[in-house]
């Protein structure tokens, strides 16, 4: 630490910051433009001057960058001193000779940053009085909309999306006041992190296009914190709501996963919660049409049901862990199953199992940020885990820092540092089926089928360890191969191994963890990540349960008298026959769930559920952390969090004591209480009850209109906020609301002078730090276990004679069950179509499934080989969670037309 004086008050300097940092985290008030926590300093905006003195008899000083400074020890500033404090309002006036006076239609006014500099500086008039400067705006595509009228060039555009998350369709162009950040020419923004934009601009220029559409100020929307349904990264973000609908996603930062950045489907895929496909009263089948009914006949139907035999539940990856064990309470854990039918079933449990025993650490996000060597096995992370290959893509940054070490540069000095790194390529070994958007970036990236990179995995293990099983019949290709892999990892000092349950096998899993245990037994750090397939699957699969197909056939030998399905779609898992002869087979079929699926349709008796935006919950991620969400909507009656509803059926059939928990914190000390692997989930956030200096927290700034607004067409009368026994939070703008606030419950990002994002910099201990509210979630796994090696190395999978390798391909818009609900995901994602090895032209293809014949588009593709095709999940007519094989005949262009 040094020590610095900033306006003769002595303070605290990390070792290697800058002075902007420095000022900030001693609380002083330094306005800034172009620097960013995450994104370094450059220096182009000039905003954050400051005047530095050599030495205490130094009365002159010279006026200095505070973000291009670094903090030394015994260094004397001054943030008052008026010679500066004119600069930066100088610096502001010329900044604002070309923004246009348009604050009151401006989307980002309430939470801008340039208003809040500029109040911050001082500057209140303008003496320009000539023409501005004006461009033409771009089409961007359905997530981001651009004003470039707005733009004050400082560079944050082009360095978030080209510098820190590898775009390369975003640039700048021309100079001085003609500069424009935009495409060649307009067109969908091709990045995944594209929404980050609205975000890290200070300003007006890229604004969230879907919430244009919904749009509410600041002030006027209610917050809740969150956690992404989207994939099993975990992301927090915060929800915010306006009179009954959720109007946007916003980031939420957390040190250990994803920070200051959220992917575009975290981001805008949650439009499903406001869907005209969202189920909003019960009802079963009445001769043969649904009928909608009231609740009290909805469980007298259900009570009818339940003495027809045996009631077996189906949880879901999509459903908090108190729904799943209110559902295994109420119908017995022989008799409840994950909702995953085979091989992904085995699978997700092996992955989870690997998780909870290795050696190895599962890394958080940030941390594998810095590892210096990475290798994915068999995992498409740009799909199935948007946000964990931006993570890796930072490995490059990682590398670039170790060249500036060398140079003496501060990590921090943006432009100077990625200079020295210009050539190098990110230290990553992809080793996948198909091509990935990572292959650009990585070091190295190899093609193999699922098999044989599973062999592959075992074959490096046994090159780093050889008491790790071996590999027989290697060729000498891939024995270079395995023997190269092995030695770029022994040589890393932080190395990580990536896989996941993309193709759902098990010796693919089994390899990555013996890759990681054996660099274990050789002294280094390793770290193993394994990508799940839902957000709650972590939760799913260490609770246990049936595969789906062992509920198959329990229905078929007349077991199961009714099948509760809560919060999953079976055609998602089952082909079209297998669900229909289980529905078939059981009596009864009953679905809780929130939005209208195929199994909804062909339910007897459907309820709806809450969505996640509608009730409170737990979800645990792919590293074992259980991160709890808060509802931000309060919905009316049937609409009840799926827990509840089990509770219901339980007591309208005569189980009374089995579920009795009236609130989330009472179904949260159950499950903590019935599962010992989740004991810590308590510990995921405070209890309703919370109250932090004699109140509870509001949800709502201080300066919310009135409530009689909102419904000013129906009455003027006010009524109350609602309310809620499951959440902490206050419904309106009464309460407490500080900086020091526990991080879980931070609703919004607000503090006198700071109305924007940037806000977050008050929340934190230190920049780029954890929060002084403290952790945000819990792991629920041990930093290590003790597993050794397991599996055996898989035979060499070798193609078929008038057979194709059909293999799933994930994309990060167009494959997810939710965020395919939501209108900009659907926009955003691309036709649906096979891709065809082989360099023939081709239109479509016949696909024969057993007896089923599908016809579907199709195109080739040179980069994969004959024999292998790829197909979406859920294009035809069964899952493809796992490779099969097919009969697949290819129709050219010129035959189909």
Same mark, same amino acid.
């Given at each position: ?13 990390r070792?290697?910051?800058n ?8 609380g ?37 960058m ?26 502001v ?26 109040v ?21 595509g ?10 004050i ?31 060649y ?122 003495k ?17 064990y ?5 119908v ?24 909870r ?22 995992e498409?992370v ?17 590398a ?12 921090w000095l ?26 650009v970036?990585?070091t ?9 990179i599973?062999?592959?995995?075992f ?60 660099? +274990? #037994?050789q002294?280094?750090?390793? $770290?193993?990540?394994? *990508?799940?397939?839902? !957000?709650? /699957?972590?939760?799913?699969? &260490? %609770? ?33 026959s ?17 939005? +209208? #699926?195929?199994?909804?349709?062909? $339910?007897?008796?459907? *309820?709806?559920?809450? !969505?996640? /935006?509608?009730?409170?919950? &737990? %979800?645990i ?23 509840r ?98 991080a ?150 010129e035959?189909?037309?």
């Amino acid at each position: 630490m040094a020590t610095i004086y900033i306006d003769g008050r002595a303070v605290e300097a990390r070792n290697g910051e800058n002075l902007l940092q420095a000022c900030l985290e001693a609380g002083t008030d330094l306005p800034y433009f172009c620097w960013h926590p995450e994104l370094g300093s450059v220096g182009a905006c000039r905003q954050c001057a400051v005047k530095q003195f050599q030495n205490a008899d130094d009365k002159r000083g010279r006026i200095v960058m505070a973000c291009m400074t670094p903090a030394t020890e015994g260094a004397i500033i001054s943030v008052d001193d008026p010679e500066a404090k004119e600069f930066r309002g100088e610096v502001v006036e010329w900044l604002m000779t070309n923004h246009p006076h348009d604050c009151p239609v401006c989307e980002e006014g309430g939470e801008c940053h340039l208003q809040d500099m500029t109040v911050m500086t001082g500057h209140r008039e303008r003496r320009f009085k000539f023409d501005k400067r004006t461009h033409k705006n771009q089409d961007l595509g359905p997530l981001v909309k651009h004003e470039m009228n707005r733009c004050i060039a400082c560079y944050r555009c082009v360095r978030f999306y080209r510098d820190y998350a590898g775009g390369e369709d975003l640039g700048v162009f021309a100079q001085h006041n003609n500069v424009y950040f935009g495409r060649y020419e307009s067109g969908t923004l091709e990045s995944t992190f594209s929404g980050n934009l609205v975000e890290v601009c200070p300003t007006g220029v890229f604004t969230d296009k879907p919430f244009s559409k919904v749009y509410s100020r600041k002030w006027d929307m209610r917050g809740a914190p969150s956690v992404c349904q989207h994939c099993s990264v975990g992301c927090n973000t915060i929800l915010n709501e306006r009179a009954g609908k959720v109007r946007r996603t916003l980031n939420r930062y957390n040190e250990d996963v994803n920070r200051y950045f959220l992917c575009d489907r975290g981001r805008y895929g949650n439009g499903f919660v406001n869907a005209p496909s969202r189920l909003r009263s019960a009802g079963y089948v009445m001769d043969g049409q649904m009928t909608p009914v009231p609740v009290a006949q909805a469980l007298e139907q259900f009570a009818a049901f339940a003495k027809d035999g045996p009631i077996v539940g189906i949880g879901s990856g999509r459903a908090s862990i108190e729904s799943n064990y209110a559902l295994r309470r109420f119908v017995g854990a022989d008799n409840f199953s994950t909702g995953w039918a085979e091989p992904l079933h085995g699978a997700v449990t092996r992955a989870v199992d690997i998780l909870r025993t290795t050696s190895a650490r599962v890394m958080p996000l940030h941390e594998m940020e810095s590892a210096d060597c990475v290798l994915v096995l068999g995992e498409d992370v740009a799909a199935t885990a948007p946000r964990l290959s931006l993570a890796l893509f930072q490995t490059r940054r990682t590398a670039c820092n170790k060249l500036a070490d060398k140079n003496r540069l501060p990590h921090w000095l943006d432009a100077p540092v990625r200079t020295l790194g210009s050539d190098l390529k990110a230290p990553i070994h992809v080793v996948t089926p198909a091509p990935t958007d990572m292959d650009v970036s990585a070091t190295q990236a190899l093609r193999a089928l699922p098999d044989d990179i599973a062999r592959l995995g075992f074959a490096i293990a046994n090159r780093i360890d050889g008491a790790a099983p071996a590999v027989s019949d290697l060729t000498e290709e891939e024995t270079a191969r395995a023997t190269a892999l092995a030695d770029a990892l022994l040589v890393a000092e932080k190395p990580v191994i990536v896989s996941g349950t993309q193709y759902a096998s098990t010796a693919l899993l089994d390899a990555a963890a013996n890759i990681a245990a054996a660099l +274990v #037994t050789q002294g280094k750090a390793a $770290g193993l990540t394994l *990508v799940l397939p839902e !957000a709650n /699957s972590f939760g799913v699969a &260490t %609770m246990g349960g049936l595969s789906l197909d062992a509920v198959c056939e329990r229905a078929q030998a007349g077991q199961v008298g009714t099948l509760v399905v809560m919060e999953a779609d079976l055609t998602r898992q089952l082909d079209a026959s297998a669900f229909d002869t289980l529905v078939r087979s059981v009596r009864h079929l009953v679905v809780i769930d929130h939005s +209208v #699926t195929p199994t909804a349709e062909r $339910g007897e008796l459907v *309820v709806p559920a809450t !969505a996640f /935006s509608e009730c409170g919950g &737990t %979800m645990i991620s792919m590293e074992g952390r259980a991160q709890r969400f808060l509802q931000v909507v309060y919905p009316e009656a049937p609409l009840q969090v799926s827990w509840r509803w089990v509770r219901d059926f339980a007591h309208a059939s005569g189980h009374e004591g089995v579920l009795d928990w009236e609130t989330l914190d009472q179904a949260v000390a159950a499950t903590a209480a019935g599962v010992p692997a989740f004991a810590r989930i308590v510990e995921a956030a405070p209890k309703a009850d919370y109250e932090l200096e004699g109140e509870h927290i509001r949800s709502q700034t201080h300066r919310v209109s009135g409530r009689t607004a909102i419904r000013a067409n129906i009455s003027v009368r006010d009524i109350p906020p609602p309310t809620s026994p499951d959440t902490p939070l206050k419904s309106d703008m009464e309460g407490t609301y500080t900086t020091d606030m526990p991080a879980t419950l931070i609703p919004f990002y607000q503090v006198p002078g700071w109305n924007s994002v940037q806000s977050l910099n008050k929340f934190q201990q230190e920049i780029g730090g954890e929060l002084r509210g403290g952790d945000v979630g819990v792991r629920v796994i041990g930093e290590r276990g003790t597993a050794g090696y397991a599996g055996v190395a898989p035979a060499r999978m070798a193609l078929r004679e008038n057979e194709v390798l059909l293999l799933p391909e994930y994309r990060a818009f167009g494959t997810g069950e939710t965020s395919m609900w939501s209108d900009p995901i659907k926009a955003r994602a691309t036709e649906a179509v096979i891709r065809v090895g082989g360099d023939a032209p081709v239109a479509r293809v016949s696909i024969q499934i057993g007896a089923e014949v599908f016809d579907v588009p199709a195109v080739n593709d040179p980069a994969l080989p004959l024999g292998v095709a790829l197909c979406p999940p859920h294009m035809v007519a069964r899952s493809y969670e796992a490779p099969c094989w097919v009969t697949l005949r290819t129709i050219s262009a010129e035959a189909a037309a």
